[in-house]
């Protein structure tokens, strides 16, 4: 499974120069993390609320390799590398939405947390079960 998010950077996302912030691209990887747990059908607020759960990072591994500017056209792509019973791992990137260039690379793990207590918990079976079997195919 992979997951695509298309962004356009804003004059907010950069420098005086025009070039995207380095905190940016954790930002924008964020959000395409987020809406890829949104594509499988689980959305944030009703893990916390139905099932006590949030997913917290909890290393980040960056590679910045070529900046992005004011006004480009970007693609962030997400896709699960690793699936552990309390953690995901993701493997993404972001490129040139126009050319497919790569901009960056970044490997995240994320921490399955009761959302009440803050402490570690196994990934609900609903979704490990919908993981499995999209990545199954």
């Known amino acids: 499974m992979e997951f695509f998010l298309p962004i356009r ?5 950069t420098d005086a120069g025009g070039v995207v912030y380095h905190s940016k ?3 924008y990887c964020e959000r395409a993390r987020t809406e890829a747990l949104r594509t499988l ?6 893990l916390i609320a139905n099932d006590d759960t949030i997913f917290a ?18 693609t962030v792509k997400t896709r ?7 953690s995901i791992t993701f493997a993404q990137v972001i490129c040139a939405a126009d050319s497919d260039e790569l901009l960056c690379s970044l490997t995240a793990r994320v921490a399955c947390l009761t ?9 609900p079976e609903t979704i490990l079960n919908k993981v499995e079997t999209v990545r199954a195919g």
């Open 80 to 86: 699960i590398e690793q699936l552990r019973k309390a």
């Open 57 to 74: 990072v909890r290393s980040i591994q960056v590679e910045y390799i070529k900046p992005a500017r004011f006004n480009d056209e970007i």
């Open 25 to 27: 691209y954790l930002n």
């Open 41 to 46: 059908g689980f959305e944030q607020d009703d």
């Open 9 to 13: 950077v804003y004059y907010e996302d």
């Open 115 to 123: 959302a009440s207590r803050l402490k570690p918990r196994a990934i």
